[in-house]
C-alpha cells in the first residue's frame, strides 16, 4: 500500500473522531492527493472550524505519512482553534495532547484563554516529564508606532485560570 492511501486511511479516521460521523470523508487520487467529499459529494463552503480541523489532521497525517521523526522535530501551530466550539476545542486538544507527546519542540499559539488554560494543563500534568515555557506576545503603541514584544508569561496568568486576574492585576501596577 502506497504511502498516500494509508494517509487518506488516517485522514479518515481523524475526521471521524472529530465529526463523530463519516459525513466529511477524503479519498485519494492521483499523485497523491485527496479529494475531499461530504455526504458522497465533492464538499464545498467548508466552515471556518471545518476547514481548521482538516488542516490540523492533513498536516499531522502528513507527517506520519512519511515517517517523520517527532523526536527530532519543531512544531509550530497557530491558533488551532479559532472558529470551533468549546466541544471541538476540547477534541483538538486531545488529539495535540497525543500527537505532541514525543515532539523535540512544540510552538503553539492561542487568542482562546480556555485553550491556553487546557495547554496549561496538558503540560503540568499529562506532559509531567516536559516542561512548558509559555509566553505572552504584548503589543505596544509608542509614538505611534506599533510594535510587538515576546514576555515570560506573567506568574499571575500561569497561577490562575481567569483572564480577570491579568487584568486586575495589570489595572493595579498602572494605578
Known amino acids: 500500500i502506497e504511502a498516500s492511501t494509508i494517509g487518506a486511511q488516517k485522514l479518515?479516521?481523524?475526521?471521524?473522531?472529530?465529526?463523530?460521523?463519516?459525513?466529511?470523508?477524503?479519498?485519494?487520487?492521483?499523485?497523491?492527493?485527496?479529494?475531499?467529499?461530504?455526504?458522497?459529494?465533492?464538499?464545498?463552503?467548508?466552515?471556518?472550524?471545518e476547514r481548521n480541523i482538516i488542516s490540523l489532521v492533513y498536516f499531522f497525517t502528513k507527517l506520519e505519512e512519511s515517517n517523520f521523526n517527532f523526536?527530532?522535530?519543531?512544531?509550530?501551530?497557530?491558533?488551532?482553534?479559532?472558529?470551533?466550539?468549546?466541544?471541538?476545542?476540547?477534541a483538538v486538544y486531545a488529539f495535540l495532547n497525543e500527537k505532541i507527546k514525543n515532539a523535540n519542540q512544540v510552538f503553539i499559539t492561542t487568542h482562546n484563554f480556555d485553550f491556553f488554560n487546557l495547554l496549561k494543563d496538558m503540560y503540568k500534568y499529562d506532559l509531567k516529564k516536559q516542561n512548558g515555557?509559555?509566553?505572552?506576545i504584548k503589543t505596544m503603541v509608542n509614538n505611534q508606532n506599533r510594535y510587538s514584544t515576546i514576555e515570560k508569561l506573567p506568574d499571575i496568568?500561569?497561577?490562575f485560570k481567569s483572564e480577570y486576574n491579568y487584568l486586575f492585576y495589570t489595572l493595579k501596577q498602572f494605578n
Open 133 to 136: 515555557n509559555f509566553y505572552l
Open 157 to 159: 496568568l500561569l497561577k
Open 71 to 90: 523526536s527530532k522535530a519543531v512544531i509550530f501551530i497557530d491558533d488551532p482553534v479559532s472558529s470551533l466550539d468549546a466541544n471541538h476545542m476540547h
Open 12 to 49: 479518515n479516521e481523524y475526521l471521524r473522531r472529530f465529526f463523530s460521523n463519516d459525513k466529511l470523508r477524503v479519498e485519494k487520487i492521483q499523485n497523491g492527493k485527496y479529494k475531499l467529499y461530504r455526504n458522497g459529494q465533492i464538499a464545498k463552503n467548508l466552515s471556518a472550524g
